[in-house]
């Protein structure tokens, strides 16, 4: 991508290169009672731009969520998208197993995605407590369980993603 960069010419899949975890935060889907339905926009959405994604990997409310975003880490993901947990009942704690494992926290991606939901008409989207930052050179963002608040947040990184992801890697503000 830095290539491509440097000579001027606009990279159709602007996330090749990268690897990518997404993580379903559920409880409910991960025992089967109803379906994954916003791991998989996300999985789909970051393969159209040329990720290379695990997942969705369904996991239950708690600390199997840490567990899986450590796991991501630990593997060296570019980045790794969380969706579900980040509301206000008292299963909902992906904020807090992703907090612990984040050395900054980027404020402004999960201020933005809130922001888009309310701009949406969703004024319940300003209560999502959901996180985005790096973990070492993963970047990890919280998204909302529901499809619409996914879809906003998709929007939200679809004009910062790639920019984010090169300089993580070092590139330049270009």
């Given at each position: 991508m830095a290539e491509a960069e440097s000579s001027g010419a606009i990279d159709p899949l602007p996330l090749s290169g990268s690897r990518a975890l997404v993580v379903t935060c559920s409880t409910r889907a991960a025992t089967g009672v109803y379906?994954?339905?916003?791991?998989?926009?996300?999985?789909?959405w970051l393969r159209e731009r040329g990720s290379a994604v695990e997942g969705p990997l369904v996991v239950p409310d708690?600390?199997?969520?840490?567990?899986?975003?450590?796991?991501?880490?630990?593997?060296?993901?570019?980045?790794i998208v969380t969706t579900g947990g980040t509301g206000c009942s008292p299963t909902?704690?992906?904020?807090?197993?992703?907090?612990?494992?984040?050395?900054?926290?980027?404020?402004?991606?999960?201020?933005?995605?809130?922001?888009?939901?309310?701009?949406?008409?969703?004024?319940?989207?300003m209560l999502s407590r959901g996180l985005a930052g790096l973990a070492?050179?993963?970047?990890?963002?919280?998204?909302?369980g529901s499809t619409g608040g996914v879809?906003?947040?998709?929007?939200?990184?679809?004009?910062?993603?790639?920019?984010?992801?090169?300089?993580?890697?070092?590139?330049?503000?270009?």
């Open positions: 379906p994954d339905r916003g791991g998989p926009l996300i999985a789909d708690g600390r199997d969520v840490g567990a899986a975003i450590a796991g991501g880490v630990a593997a060296a993901y570019d980045l909902d704690v992906t904020p807090e197993q992703t907090k612990p494992l984040l050395d900054r926290e980027i404020a402004g991606i999960a201020e933005a995605i809130r922001a888009a939901g309310v701009a949406a008409g969703v004024s319940t989207a070492g050179r993963t970047v990890v963002v919280n998204l909302p879809r906003d947040a998709l929007g939200v990184l679809d004009g910062v993603l790639a920019h984010l992801l090169s300089q993580v890697r070092g590139g330049d503000h270009g």
